[in-house]
């Protein structure tokens, strides 16, 4: 669990590290990994707790951390947590580099998603799906609201 006050400490954190990172779940066993020579972590995603406002504080995190450093890494909120990774490392670039190794075009690719870290997705692709549960923010970054995975029926040809 963090608070907002300790994105300094993250930040600090990710710039000694090298590029190419494991993905640990607990601080401690991050901290033991750093000290081996081998120790990779793509990503670190601190937690804001189960709070009700919990993902509001995700987001603003997310969103204050990307305005101090988006030019060096990437952040996105996940309900209660924020990713940070290294920039340029987002859903939308990883589909993107697949669909190019599978030779398919652009166009023909859908993508659905509810969360903050799904908008990179929906700025990326023409046809982009929202869950109507999801944040206001993040809704109105797709083109399409709908209510249930079932509904993409309606949609796809």
Known sequence: KCSIKEVDEYIKMIENLKNEYYEL??????YEALNK??????????????????DLLARDAAIDWTNKYGDKYEFAWAND?????????NKADALKELIKQLDIKEEEVAVIGDS????????AFEHSFVMSQAAEEVKKE??????SVADLKNYIK
């Open 37 to 54: 020579e081998d120790a990779r972590v793509y990503k670190i995603m601190p937690w804001f707790g189960y709070k009700k406002k919990s």
């Open 142 to 147: 797709a083109k399409t609201v709908v209510k």
């Open 81 to 89: 947590a924020v990713e940070i990774m290294k920039h340029g490392v």
């Open 116 to 123: 903050g870290n799904d908008i990179s997705l929906f700025r």
């Open 25 to 30: 779940l607990r601080k401690k066993k991050m």
